[in-house]
């Protein structure tokens, strides 16, 4: 299998306009946790690093999955929080990152892109289902053939790309790879507000560690955006409010947000618009999930957008959960 460095450019297929990279065989095999996965090669020139890694998924994990959650349900979700539990619950969804040192040299991450592959007895479960086909991707076919994986099991293929921090190190030795799995949103608790809101308060347990934290519920502002969107021909939701509040004990702001569980009203087509006008349209989305606030030691949340001014709007609090720890590998090109 030919491997090719564009940068920042698509991660799989030939891409030619890229240089051709030289694979080194790592043929490494770990366990993250109740996780497996393979790592087959190292592909390096001047250009830059690919590293290709293979996590194997049994079949009765998606099969259950796909009984949970049909085609034709997939299809009609109505709402991130939906979505988030879909993604939660597909043993293929898998996201991860990774640092990596040759020779210990630290490498600058630039792209990474997945592909996943199944096994016929998917194939034709969601086929049976939705009376559709359903094909693997050919560069997933080809990374099976290639890696000579066991067609058995599903397969999720993660292609990280690094770039170089300076002069290359070619040839290499030593090879450290730490591997971080991104953090997923998970909905702990809902509550409801009204205009009037002032010292209110919500308790919430963290899904993952069972802490109990205190949201106070200082103020509720509507506001309105004032600035323009840039599509004269249409017309956008601007009201929206603002949540002030503070939680106890503190926490990392990029660990828990509150988020409106309404979509904000779609625009609208100007009644004296020009027919022959550009009618395409941009969603909006709430301005912000949390924030600081003027106050200090307070956060903001801000609601959806919408044309006319809403009485009562349902939150979610929303926790960003790490199943797995890191996991740090070290070993040499030759230590197979």
Known sequence: MNVYYNGNGPAWGKGKRGQKLTAFPLQKTFLWEDQEIYLPAIYARTSG?????CTKVPPEKM??????????????????????????????????????????????????????WHPDEILRMEKEIMQTEWNNDSSADQMM????????FCWHFCRLVFAWNDKPVLPFQKISLTFHEEPVPVTAAHFSTTPVCREDSVTVIHPQTRQT???????????????DFGEKNMDYPKLFQTLSYSISPETDLNSISILDCAKSDPPKK?????ASGNTSAIAVSPISAAGTDPVPKR?????????????TIEWRVVFQIKKREDITLNFELHDR
């Open 49 to 53: 690093v690919i590293l290709d890694a």
């Open 299 to 311: 956060l903001s949340a801000c609601s959806s957008c919408h044309f006319k001014p809403v009485e």
């Open 145 to 152: 053939e290639t890696y000579k994986l066991d067609p058995s």
């Open 270 to 274: 100007l009644r004296n618009a020009s």
């Open 63 to 116: 099969h259950h999955f796909l009984k949970k959650w049909p085609k034709k349900r997939r299809l009609s979700i109505n709402g991130l929080e939906d979505f988030e539990k879909i993604e939660a619950d597909n043993p293929c969804s898998i996201d991860f990152s990774a640092d990596m040192r040759l020779d210990n040299k630290l490498l600058k991450n630039t792209v990474r892109s997945s592909l996943v």
């Open 213 to 227: 934290y205190v949201l106070t519920l200082h103020e509720l502002c509507q506001t309105a955006l004032d600035f």
